[in-house]
């Protein structure tokens, strides 16, 4: 019989307090981690003071929520590309809005009945193409049913953390098919932020697909900092998503973990290709990262980040592509509502709504 691990549900600050990350073997709290450092921690910037900050950070997700409410079609998708409507809905619920409560409850009922309602019956796969989307689906509808607990929610979601299950390789990983068959980091790393919130949900989560996850992304580790795409290397984007994933997992002391923060603090925080070619990508992993790992990485990191996106919002809220980088349209759908939740759930970070990326 298949061995599953879960935690119990419980609420938001409960959940941040306990900082629960998954163990090896058994499911373990996380090593203490650093208290949350002060927002207006020294940097070469005028201070400013912490509630002016969250401020400042609020009005730039409600006019990006605003902005992305009003692509919304009237099926409830903005895209047939899950990854973009499963952004889409984590962007509403890292300001704190849930099916039926908040400002946006017609969204986010409309959008969780499109997810819902094109799932495959059988397979329970939540998508129209890739794992990828798969991944961002599961995780979306599993964040909703942790605030929401819909019957049908909880069917669709079991049935998606079953799929996650099935398909993973033998090394441990997950590829854009839904098939044991091959895999690399960046759309394993989506399948554990996936499976990690279905299990702050309360959904069984099995223990042997999360050994063979850290396996997996252990294997992709560089011995001087950093995490390649499909074996050991190093990517700004790959190596950000490898320390998250750890994290996630419960591994904050795994050795790979330090010399990959490293490596990711000589990356400039820029708007253009110099940071990373896949810019939205990398920042979305990053700044959760750095946001785990505490201390000075987070101090040095988040305020450049901060002002960075707050900086270079349209004045109808939405965010575009830096110039030079690799987001386009015929790589992530239509482009301005992936970027804009994106840079969304990057600002989030202050907000802390979203229980998988807790500390």
């Known amino acids: 019989m298949m061995r599953h691990v879960m935690i119990r549900r419980a609420g938001l600050g409960t959940l941040a307090a306990l900082g629960i990350g998954w ?3 058994r499911w373990e709290p ?4 650093p208290v ?7 940097v070469d910037a005028v201070p400013l003071t912490e509630l002016k900050i969250v401020d400042q950070v609020n009005a730039a997700i409600d006019k990006g929520l605003e902005y992305i409410a009003s692509k919304q079609k009237n099926d409830g998708s903005w895209h047939n590309n899950h990854a973009v409507n499963g952004l889409a809905l984590l962007s509403f619920m890292g300001r704190g809005n849930v099916p039926g409560r908040g400002r946006y409850p017609d969204v986010l009922e409309k959008g969780k009945k499109f997810l819902l309602n094109t799932a495959n019956p059988q397979t329970g796969y939540l998508s ?12 979306a509808l ?23 299950e099935k398909t993973q390789s033998p090394r441990g990983g997950w590829r854009y098919s839904p098939s044991p068959d091959n895999q690399d980091l960046s759309v394993t790393v989506m399948q554990i932020v996936a499976l990690r919130a279905a299990s702050n949900a309360s959904i069984p989560v099995s ?5 063979k996850a850290v396996d997996y992304v252990r294997s992709c ?5 950093g995490f390649g795409y499909e074996g050991p290397g190093q990517g700004p984007q790959t190596s950000a998503a490898g320390v998250l994933s750890l994290q996630l997992l419960g591994k904050f002391d795994d050795k790979n973990l330090a010399p ?13 290709a110099a940071g990373c070619q896949y810019f939205y990508y990398f920042h979305y992993y990053a700044i959760q990262a750095q946001y785990q790992t505490g201390g000075k990485h987070w101090n040095e990191w988040h305020p450049k980040v901060r002002e960075l996106f707050l900086t270079h919002q349209n004045p109808d809220g939405s965010w575009d592509l830096p110039p030079g980088t690799a987001e386009n349209e015929g790589v992530v759908g239509p482009n301005k509502i992936y970027w804009t939740a994106m840079a969304c759930l990057v600002l989030d970070i202050y907000l802390h709504f979203l229980p998988a990326y807790q500390r």
Do not use: C
């Open 36 to 42: 949350n450092p002060p927002l207006n921690a020294p």
């Open 142 to 164: 599993a964040e909703m049913y942790g605030m929401d607990p819909d019957p049908d929610l909880e069917l669709k979601v079991r049935k998606a953390v079953e799929l996650i």
């Open 23 to 25: 163990g090896i073997t």
């Open 128 to 139: 129209f193409s890739t794992m990828y989307e798969h991944g961002l689906a599961t995780l």
């Open 207 to 211: 223990e042997k697909v999360i050994n």
């Open 30 to 33: 996380a090593v203490a981690q």
């Open 260 to 272: 990959t923060i490293e490596y990711l603090n000589t990356f400039p925080v820029s708007w253009n």
């Open 221 to 225: 580790a560089h011995p001087n900092g």
